[in-house]
């Protein structure tokens, strides 16, 4: 057998595992798509009221894209919990003393969160569709602009394995998520940047989280997508070097800490 089939046989078999533990405990899956939907209501109906679009425009068409890249943000939470999880259980470390490829553990887990996140999109496009969101261009830029939602995704769940192995412990990562919420929110998924001081909307911009909710809207057609910042009108450009970028630095440290684990 090849290296590259006994990584993927491997990989396999480990997000047949996820899967398996998703079909015994289905309410916890439900729970994980339920809550952006909640998060999704409550600003469009609750707090959308007082909100203006910087150039016009309804409130939700804004809302809704820049909610699908909050989403993908912070999915890299569950990834989090996931791995500090195994590590906890000892599971990891069974892992590492059976004969399988080192990386079979960490890919299978980035496939399986992808697929949670492909689930969390549709529940969240479709909660936006049934609330009145549309897009107006066609069916290539909406498809641009799920790859470019999933690319983000990609790049956070790697920083969560990351971030989970070097954390260790679950009091650890709730720590890490009360830095993860204030840098969601300091972009512009909820409102313009153009509407926040000058240099909180300037570090906004420059927000991962607001390239791609930027982008995403300019696909979409949504309003929202003005702006005379560099950042701004590049929007498209850097959703794709962002999570490039987190990709290049963390998918290897992610490895390297994996084989250092218990040394």
Not at 19 to 30: D, K, M, S, T
Request: avoid cysteine; hydrophobic fraction near 55%; charged fraction near 10%.
């Amino acid at each position: 057998m090849s290296h590259s089939t006994w990584v993927l046989t491997d990989s396999w078999t480990m997000t047949r595992r996820g899967l398996a533990h998703w079909a015994r405990q289905p309410v916890q899956v439900i729970v994980g798509l339920a809550f952006p939907v909640m998060l999704l209501v409550v600003f469009a109906y609750f707090l959308g009221g007082g909100m203006t679009v910087a150039g016009g425009g309804d409130y939700k068409q804004f809302l809704v894209p820049g909610m699908l890249a909050l989403t993908m943000a912070f999915g890299l939470e569950s990834t989090m919990v996931a791995v500090t999880q195994d590590l906890n259980k000892g599971v990891i470390d069974r892992f590492r003393s059976l004969p399988m490829s080192p990386s079979a553990v960490l890919v299978g887990r980035s496939v399986l969160d992808m697929l949670q996140s492909v689930l969390a999109l549709a529940a969240m496009v479709a909660a936006g569709l049934l609330m009145g969101w549309r897009w107006q261009e066609g069916a290539g830029s909406a498809l641009y602009a799920v790859g470019l939602l999933l690319l983000l995704r990609f790049a956070m769940l790697w920083l969560g394995i990351y971030l989970g192995m070097v954390a260790g412990r679950p009091e650890l990562v709730q720590a890490v998520q009360i830095l993860i919420w204030p840098v969601g929110f300091l972009s512009n998924a909820m409102v313009s940047a153009e509407s926040m001081p000058g240099w909180l909307g300037a570090i906004a911009e420059w927000n991962p989280m607001s390239a791609t909710a930027a982008a995403v809207r300019d696909l979409f057609g949504n309003p929202g997508t003005g702006g005379d910042s560099w950042a701004a009108q590049h929007a498209t450009a850097l959703a794709v070097l962002w999570p490039l970028a987190l990709l290049a630095v963390f998918v290897p440290l992610a490895l390297r800490r994996y084989r250092g684990l218990g040394r």
